[in-house]
Antibody, heavy 121, light 114 residues
Framework: EVHLVESGGALVQPGGSLRLSCVAS????????MHWVRQGPGKGLLWVSG????????KYADSVKGRFTMSRDNAENTLYLQMNSLRVDDTAVYYC??????????????WGQGTIVTVSS | DIVMTQSPDSLAVSLGERATINCKSS????????????LAWYQQKPGQPPKLLIS???TRESGVPDRFSGSGSGRDFTLTISSLQAEDVAVYYC??????????FGQGTKLEIK
């Protein structure tokens, strides 16, 4: 069965750092483009970042560019999101999700349950 | 950025009736070289992650009931639930992947039972 399991969410002060992880199982991780999508409290979905299958290419939303870094370890089937200089408006549930095909251009067909990041003093 | 606008923001439909959700993009999502529309629809139930229902504007994902259908092209798209069931209560989002930087979602449409 296909699974994505996120971890690493926590309460952190503004300006702090956090690293999220997402462990994949049930599919060939190294052949899959992966993304992070977040959802603020009571809000809609916001794409955060994406990475291709071999990790050679990444993309970021303007709101996180320069502060967040996405990476992956295909040997460990794990996706990461390093989040620095966190702001109150980064507070959200962060979902790890897979692109349906190993391209940048398709829907997101597998989602984790999410991990909660709260940025507050 | 491509702006996705859904209408209505909320919708109440009787069980067994048709539900229609619209999505409009600020630029065409039709790629002329392959004649495909780069649009997906998701369903999100309370406390759950989103679920991909439809990709390429009209291709239903495996396991999605056939009462769900997607239509439209260019800038205007529609998600239709032909006969609403109680388990369809959710928030529905459209998403464009014509531009991968950034991908953008509609604001969501909350579907309830009348």
């Amino acid at each position: 069965e296909v699974h994505l399991v996120e971890s690493g969410g926590a309460l952190v002060q503004p300006g702090g750092s956090l690293r999220l992880s997402c462990v994949a199982s049930g599919f060939t991780f190294s052949n899959s483009g992966m993304h992070w999508v977040r959802q603020g409290p009571g809000k809609g979905l916001l794409w955060v970042s994406g990475i291709n299958g071999d990790g050679s290419s990444t993309k970021y939303a303007d709101s996180v560019k320069g502060r967040f870094t996405m990476s992956r370890d295909n040997a460990e089937n794990t996706l990461y999101l390093q989040m620095n200089s966190l702001r109150v408006d980064d507070t959200a549930v962060y979902y790890c999700t897979r692109v349906h095909t190993n391209t940048w251009y398709d829907g997101f067909d597998i989602w984790g349950q999410g991990t909660i990041v709260t940025v507050s003093s | 950025d491509i702006v996705m606008t859904q209408s209505p923001d909320s919708l109440a439909v009787s069980l067994g009736e048709r539900a229609t959700i619209n999505c409009k993009s600020s630029q065409s999502l039709l790629y002329s070289s392959n004649n495909k529309n780069y649009l997906a629809w998701y369903q999100q139930k309370p406390g759950q992650p989103p679920k991909l229902l439809i990709s390429w504007a009209s291709t239903r994902e495996s396991g999605v009931p056939d009462r769900f259908s997607g239509s439209g092209s260019g800038r205007d798209f529609t998600l239709t639930i032909s006969s609403l069931q109680a388990e369809d209560v959710a928030v529905y989002y459209c998403q464009q992947y014509f531009s991968s930087s950034p991908y953008t979602f509609g604001q969501g449409t909350k579907l309830e039972i009348k």
